[in-house]
């Protein structure tokens, strides 16, 4: 491999996870494809950081930079702006590759001019789903009560489609198809797709630069900034394609994240703010708003965590900016 120009850059930003960089190492240290360099971007302690890159270093070509308290949008800005590879690989570090995962994104770029980004399935093992609230919520099996709700949101914020591959309606939603084996294994072919999952995407270094990369307005763990570049790539006229066998398994590291989670204003003011840069307002998205307010008491009341209620005050406090 050309270390000076390698055909891909993985990169990975990361945040005090070692462990879960030594596992995704592991897993690219066995890709079928080997014309990769990767780019680490720590956040926290880079001591720790470099002590896991030192085992690495005979089997794999990674450089580490430190990033101090810049966020998640910074650090993958940063990334890829460091990437010497014609192609852009980017990934979470608690994700495990499959075997083929960059050689299934790396062919579909050599198949057309016109193809911005290409992703694939982002799988999050059954025993780990609880560990996403979204997922969970949708895939496990609830009381009578909660059927029904959860019928309500497929028929009238997700067109009765919720497990179509990678589509944002202008509801307000978007589907998780990109997530389920039992959906995968049904794909035989490329689909294009309105966004590329966050923790599974590919671009085209020279994209990256003509639409600016990742937008820092996301504020907080950046919800929404991948939607909005994704966007911004289509609106360049460039295709974003999802390969079924370009395949990582993401393995959410932090037990119980999401009961404790801090950032929901965050995630209600990117909401906003995506939405408001593609979208007409209609009355299903009023309706989506109101559903999000009712499922944050619903969280504050049942995890006894007065921060859910967060994303309330993100969708009052940006809507009446809008």
């Given at each position: 491999m050309n270390l000076n120009r390698p055909l891909v850059t993985v990169c990975i930003p990361t945040y005090n996870r070692q462990e879960d960089i030594v596992s995704l190492l592991r897993a690219l240290q066995i890709q079928s494809f080997k014309a990769f360099e990767i780019v680490v971007v720590e956040g926290g302690d880079i001591e720790k950081t470099k002590l896991v890159k030192e085992r690495f270093n005979d089997a794999l070509?990674?450089?580490?930079?430190?990033?101090?308290?810049?966020?998640?949008?910074?650090a993958r800005n940063e990334a890829w702006k460091k990437a010497r590879g014609k192609i852009v690989a980017l990934i979470d570090d608690d994700v495990q590759p499959s075997t083929n995962w960059l050689k299934e994104l790396v062919k579909i770029f050599a198949t057309a001019n016109d193809i911005g980004g290409v992703g694939g399935p982002s799988i999050?093992?059954?025993?780990?789903?609880?560990?996403?609230?979204?997922?969970?919520?949708?895939?496990?099996?609830?009381?009578?009560?909660?059927?029904?709700?959860?019928?309500?949101?497929?028929?009238?914020?997700?067109g009765n489609e919720p497990f179509v591959i990678n589509r944002f309606f202008d509801t307000?939603?978007?589907?998780?198809?990109s997530m389920?084996?039992?959906?995968?294994?049904?794909?035989?072919s490329l689909l294009e797709v309105d966004y590329l999952d966050a923790s599974?995407?590919?671009?085209?270094?020279?994209?990256?630069?003509?639409v600016g990369g990742f937008d820092c307005d996301f504020a907080g763990v950046g919800d929404y900034s991948e939607l909005d570049l994704c966007f911004r790539v289509k609106k360049?006229?460039?295709?974003?394609?999802?390969?079924?066998?370009?395949?990582?398994?993401?393995?959410?590291?932090?037990?119980?994240?999401?009961e404790m989670r801090s950032d929901t204003y965050y995630r209600s003011r990117n909401l906003l703010l995506f939405y408001n840069r593609y979208f007409h307002l209609n009355f299903k998205f009023i309706l989506y708003l109101i559903f999000l307010c009712s499922y944050?008491?619903?969280?504050?009341?049942?995890?006894?965590?007065?921060?859910?209620?967060?994303?309330?005050?993100?969708?009052?406090?940006?809507?009446?900016?809008?």
């Open positions: 070509f990674i450089r580490l930079y430190a990033q101090k308290n810049r966020g998640l949008v910074n999050i093992p059954k025993e780990l789903i609880f560990r996403r609230d979204l997922a969970s919520w949708l895939l496990s099996e609830n009381s009578i009560i909660k059927t029904m709700v959860k019928t309500v949101h497929f028929k009238i914020f997700l307000g939603a978007f589907s998780i198809g389920i084996p039992r959906i995968i294994d049904k794909l035989d599974n995407m590919c671009f085209s270094k020279n994209i990256l630069e003509e360049h006229g460039y295709k974003l394609l999802f390969n079924p066998q370009a395949i990582v398994y993401h393995c959410p590291s932090e037990k119980g994240v999401f944050y008491v619903n969280k504050a009341l049942s995890t006894k965590n007065k921060s859910w209620l967060g994303g309330i005050k993100g969708i009052y406090e940006n809507w009446r900016r809008k």
